[in-house]
């Protein structure tokens, strides 16, 4: 079973490697995931519920962001405007103590009213001490300006898990009043409701002051506690933050919703030893006394605070690299990335690709980036793969760091990915930001689309590697596709009040936002043409620059740029969840085409609603008649069925896979593979996949269709990729059947040609990047059904295997030169499954003492390989333990191993009993968990397990999780029963 892979940028990324079947047979990029669901709080008061609508009614239409956006609406046009800075002194003020006794707060929706909007953050905070083990103590005070949007007596922010201490209001025009009646802190909506004696009038400006005192977390979220080991082997702690999407709250008191926007600065006082990054630039420190020091930073651009990010730590920097602005030459960039001490140099080809992507984007977009510094910096305990704050971008280490003599290629590509991503959303979602959280993928998707197909591309094609960025874009397409697919899948854009709790926001960062919102844009762009694309999207930056927009806004501009009616097109992608598949049938040279949605379970129960949904589908198609082979285009209205062209042979629909669709050509079987390039002739093996899972393709046909791939003269690159796809997904739906398995698996291993697989370094050396990613996953197939054999077939990789082994023994020996660093992971995976009780103390030794990121990641899927379940059980143990392995390396370890044949059933078990431990502990990751675990069971009896454990243990806001994985083995329960038989007897003819 090959390493399970995950998507995009999401909370547990990591680097596992090359492109790569997953556990149910999707391909997906490596990185991480999560995702949840919760229903919305009911109101149970009539008389409350009358005044939210109200006040929500109200304030829907104050933005509560930039001033001069709104100076825009009408409400505002008389608001004066004060343009002093939070005050930290008064004559007088207006303080009150917590209420004495809790009751029902004034405010019961999760959302904040638009009452009020805030301009300026002044936040103090003292941090005395890094080396306590646990509870890190640390206390603050928070100023925020003020302005009153229409008139109110009540205050909400939020606020959670930190403790406030005092409160303060310092109205502006009548200093001596004493205003504040009361103030109560409410758990379960994370929010601080400060009652006043009496309403504040429209146009009002004042300055809320509140002092509170927390520790730092240990949960890797809010404001967190981060350790490592120096190259000393000393422990070091280190305090950063991690915001997104609904954290800042846990850290200081704020309006933690995206449009209240608002410049922050920071005073920080802190140990001597350590210095402070923040969002904006340094302005000064003072030295207290005492081993402390106090720091002050300039005020940052208006922002969510979301956005918000300090790193209080002993890490070192890089030589710091200054860039001229493209678009501005009095403008320069500082870019300095920060990491551990001796791991400085391997942040060297990160530097490079930051200071080229940020000149791609300013050209691309027409927009400077707009800070005087970017400070870039690896975090040793990070869930996600990176987070995009404003001036100061944080990593998970194995996202950033690239070591040239023992890092792959792939991670040196996945590198280069992270980074454009990031630096994307310093465009898309910092600069412009969504107007709420219903609508993530217009921050996640573009950066997506944007990095990959801009950023990346663009540095490869500049720097002349020859990396495959479009292909493996295409390749994480079928993952979100599979997702959407389900009938728990969700909207795009989703009504913003079914987006409210944490969790059911935190359920909205999954593939549906990054990849499928990616892929729609991909089409977008395909059918408008790239300067369309372009025009539009400097329009929409330009005319939402430091403030929110909505997917309304976005289509508003690509209408005016292309001169059609792009709103509506783009409409029913982003509000009608699923994807159609569109058939072509060819009757007498006529050519009919049709659409339904798509659903890949065909036991579960579909609603009249989701039976008749419908999609504009700009279709882009290859067809061949007696006199051409020509690509065309028609526009496909939201309508069932039409008739596009005449006097044809036959015809491929998704010409280039341009589109987020399926289809099911009829006439499949006449398609000439040979005429159609190697993008459309993996596209249809992924529509063929699909259509036999669902049940609308017969067996036969699906085999047929993939036996020609792979049988078609120099097959490239993606019908590769789909091939072995195809493969993965019939090997592990027969892994629990021991002899259809060796059959399947038999037919599989010859096709892989092992004995004729050229290892040595120089040949490796001298392939295309392509060809030698392809040659390594064919290879971790033949290693996951019989590493014995590969030995065998191929003596030249058996002695790599041996001198493999003697790098780890001997400490000044090393394989650099004779082991390619792309196959070096196979190469060690296949030594320690030749002994895996002999290795295992040594690797997890290496593991252990590792100082590379990319080295680690290898270490942990080598160890997660093992056949022997007591060693697999030993590892799961071990994340149990922290000091073992980090939290954050926690979920991707165990869905390793449960993404491995052998490991199924043990990770299973282990998820079970330990249920508890893992969601308190991994509450963003527990989707991810949920998908690994469970994507490829195919029986009653793992449906029945999942059922009656799910029902007895909380999922918080993961129902959809549930749901979803609990449609994919539902599905695999039906292609066992209704295709295993035939696609059994189709392969081995």
């Not at 004495?100 to 009213?113: D, E, I």
């Not at 097109?569 to 049709?594: N, Q, R």
Request: aromatic share 10%; charged share 20%.
């Amino acid at each position: 079973m090959s390493e399970l892979e995950e998507v995009s940028f999401w909370p547990g990324q990591s680097s596992y490697g090359s492109w790569n079947g997953s556990a149910d047979g999707s391909y997906s990029r490596v990185g991480g995931a999560m995702h949840k669901e919760v229903s919305c709080r009911k109101r149970t008061v009539v008389v409350i519920a009358v005044v939210v609508c109200i006040l929500f009614i109200i304030g829907i239409s104050i933005p509560a962001g930039m001033l001069q956006h709104l100076k825009n609406k009408e409400e505002v046009k008389e608001l004066p405007v004060s343009t002093d800075k939070p005050a930290t002194t008064s004559p007088k003020s207006s303080t009150a103590q917590p209420s004495p006794s809790p009751h029902s707060p004034k405010w019961s929706s999760q959302r904040l009213p638009r009452t009020i909007y805030v301009s300026e953050y002044n936040i103090k905070l003292t941090m005395k001490d890094l080396n306590h083990k646990n509870h890190i103590p640390y206390n603050g005070t928070v100023d925020i300006l003020v302005h009153v949007a229409n008139s109110t007596d009540l205050i909400v922010l939020h606020a959670f898990n930190i403790n406030i201490s005092k409160v303060e209001i310092l109205l502006h025009s009548s200093p001596t009043d004493s205003i504040l009646s009361g103030y109560e802190t409410y758990d379960e909506l994370q929010q601080l409701q400060i009652s006043l004696k009496k309403p504040l009038d429209m146009g009002s400006n004042f300055t809320l002051q509140i002092s509170f005192d927390a520790t730092l977390r240990e949960d890797l979220h809010g404001f967190y506690r981060s350790v490592y080991t120096s190259p000393l082997d000393d422990e070091k702690a280190m305090a950063v933050t991690q915001f997104e999407a609904t954290h800042a709250r846990k850290a200081f008191p704020c309006f933690d919703e995206p449009d209240f926007k608002a410049r922050f600065k920071l005073t920080i006082t802190r140990p001597s030893h350590c210095h402070t990054l923040f969002n904006s630039p340094h302005n000064k420190t003072v030295d207290e006394g005492s081993g402390l020091e106090t720091d002050t930073f300039e005020y940052s651009p208006e922002m969510s605070s979301y956005l918000v990010a300090i790193v209080v730590s002993e890490l070192k920097h890089t030589q710091p690299l200054l860039i001229q602005s493209t678009l501005n030459a009095s403008q320069s960039i500082k870019i300095t990335l920060y990491g551990r001490e001796n791991q400085l140099s391997q942040l060297e080809f990160a530097k490079n690709v930051t200071a080229e992507v940020i000149k791609v984007f300013e050209q691309f977009f027409q927009v400077a980036y707009p800070l005087p510094k970017l400070d870039i910096v690896a975090i040793p305990d990070f869930e996600n793969g990176a987070m995009e704050n404003w001036g100061l971008i944080t990593f998970r280490e194995s996202a950033l760091l690239y070591d040239p003599t023992l890092s792959s290629t792939n991670q040196q590509q996945w590198v280069t990915e992270v980074v454009a991503h990031e630096l994307a959303h310093q465009w898309f979602g910092n600069y412009v930001t969504m107007k709420w959280w219903n609508e993530v993928w217009l921050n996640e998707g573009f950066a997506t689309f944007v990095g990959e197909m801009i950023g990346t591309k663009t540095f490869a094609e500049n720097q002349g590697y020859d990396w495959p960025v479009e292909e493996n874009f295409l390749l994480s397409v079928t993952s979100a596709a599979r997702v959407d697919s389900l009938h728990s899948s969700h909207a795009l854009s989703r009504s913003a009040g079914s987006v409210e709790s944490p969790s059911v926001i935190d359920s909205m960062f999954d593939s549906i936002s990054y990849t499928k919102g990616a892929a729609i844009l991909r089409m977008l762009d395909s059918f408008v043409t790239r300067n369309v694309t372009q025009t539009a999207l400097q329009d929409y930056l330009n005319s939402h620059s430091y403030g929110n927009a909505e997917a309304s806004d976005l289509w508003a501009y690509f209408d005016k740029a292309s001169g059609l009616s792009i709103s509506e097109m783009m409409d029913s992608w982003t509000k009608t969840p699923g994807l159609p598949l569109i058939s072509a049938v060819v009757e007498e040279g006529h050519v009919t085409v049709s659409q339904r949605p798509f659903f890949l379970c065909q036991t579960c129960n579909s609603s009249s609603e989701e039976e008749e949904r419908t999609w504009d589908v700009p279709l882009q198609y290859f067809y061949k008649n007696k006199e051409v082979n020509k690509t065309d285009r028609f526009y496909l209205n939201a309508t069932k069925e039409s008739n596009i062209m005449q006097d044809v042979d036959w015809i491929k629909l998704n010409a280039d896979w341009t589109g987020f669709y399926l289809v099911n050509n009829t006439d499949i079987d006449l398609v000439d593979l040979e005429l159609m390039s190697d993008v459309d002739v993996a596209n249809m093996l992924h529509n063929s996949l699909q259509l036999i899972r669902e049940g609308s393709l017969s067996s036969q046909s699906f085999i047929s269709t993939l036996k020609r791939a792979m049988a078609t003269e120099q097959p490239g690159y993606l019908t590769t990729y789909m091939v072995l796809q195809s493969w993965w997904f019939i090997l592990n739906i027969f892994d629990q059947n021991y002899d259809s398995y060796n059959e399947v698996s038999g037919a599989a291993y010859v096709w892989l040609n092992v004995s004729n697989m050229d290892v040595s370094y120089g040949a490796l050396s001298n392939m295309a990047v392509t060809d030698r990613e392809l040659l390594v996953s064919k290879l971790k197939m033949a290693l996951s059904i019989d590493h014995d054999r590969v030995v065998e077939d191929n003596p030249e990789f058996h002695n790599l295997t041996v001198l493999w082994r003697r790098s780890i023994e001997e400490t000044n020996f090393s394989y650099e030169g004779i082991i390619h660093r792309d196959i070096a992971r196979e190469v060690g995976k296949c030594s320690f499954l030749t002994d895996e009780g002999g290795m295992w103390s040594l690797l997890w030794k290496e593991y252990s003492d590792a100082t590379v990121p990319s080295w680690e990641t290898d270490l942990e899927v080598i160890l997660t390989s093992a056949k022997d379940i007591t060693l697999l059980l030993r590892m799961l143990d071990n994340c149990l333990n922290e000091e073992k392995i980090k939290q954050d390396k926690t979920i991707s370890i165990i869905s390793l191993i449960t993404g491995q044949r052998r490991g199924r059933a043990v990770g299973w078990d282990f998820m079970r009993t330990n249920w508890d431990f893992l969601y308190d502990r991994h509450k963003t990751q527990i989707s991810r968990l949920v998908s690994a675990s469970t994507s490829t069971f195919s029986s009653h009896q793992r449906l029945q397990e999942m059922d009656e454990f799910f029902e007895k243990n909380k999922v918080g806001g993961d129902e959809r999780a549930v749901s979803q994985a609990r449609e994919i083995v539902l599905s695999n329960i039906f292609f066992m029963e209704n295709r295993s038989g035939d696609i059994l007897n189709s392969i081995l003819k």
